[in-house]
């Protein structure tokens, strides 16, 4: 019984890993050719290594879009201004990507993910009288958790 159980979690993990080659390899030549993008106030591409963006410029946010490959990127946004209603996209292969948000934003998130996550831990749930970020992110053994920067420093 041992031996089965050990062989299936080999097979499982050969699995895992063909995955992951494949999205990595169809998603590597997309990656290069879309930055920078045109319309977008904020993007940025990770590839490779791991990262701490604090976001400044410009100051007012309204639309971005992030990408990560076989990376970390903690990506700042608690000095920025928001208006009522943002977008920001994320794509997120193999890594790990953490928004920090300031306290007066509602996250709204819509994640997909391929064995990974995708979380929102502000603790803002549809307040409609602060600005909202849409956040449409999807994760590809990869996780993305957007948190309140209050609680990311405590």
Same mark, same amino acid.
């Given at each position: 019984?041992?031996?089965?159980?050990?062989?299936?979690?080999?097979?499982?993990?050969?699995?895992?890993?063909?995955?992951?080659?494949?999205?990595?390899?169809?998603? +590597? !030549?997309? $990656? #290069?050719?879309?930055?920078?993008?045109?319309? =977008?106030?904020? @993007? /940025? %591409?990770?590839?490779?290594?791991?990262?701490?963006?604090?976001?400044?410029?410009?100051?007012?946010?309204? +639309? !971005?879009? $992030? #990408?990560?490959?076989?990376?970390?990127?903690? =990506?700042?946004? @608690? /000095? %920025?201004?928001?208006?009522?209603?943002?977008?920001?996209?994320?794509?997120?292969h193999l890594g790990t990507l953490t928004i920090l948000v300031p306290p007066n934003v509602n996250v709204i998130l819509e994640g997909n993910s391929i064995l990974g996550n995708c979380a929102s831990l502000t603790g803002h749930y549809l307040n409609d009288d602060i600005p909202q970020l849409h956040i449409k992110a999807h994760a590809y053994i990869a996780n993305v958790s957007i948190r309140c920067i209050d609680d990311f420093q405590s």
């Open positions: 019984m041992k031996k089965l159980k050990k062989q299936f979690l080999l097979l499982l993990s050969f699995i895992a890993s063909v995955i992951a080659l494949i999205i990595t390899f169809q998603t +590597k !030549g997309r $990656l #290069k050719e879309s930055i920078p993008f045109a319309g =977008y106030t904020h @993007s /940025h %591409l990770t590839k490779k290594t791991s990262e701490y963006i604090i976001a400044s410029k410009p100051k007012q946010f309204q +639309k !971005g879009i $992030l #990408k990560i490959i076989f990376g970390t990127l903690t =990506y700042d946004m @608690s /000095h %920025l201004q928001f208006p009522d209603v943002s977008y920001l996209e994320c794509d997120v």
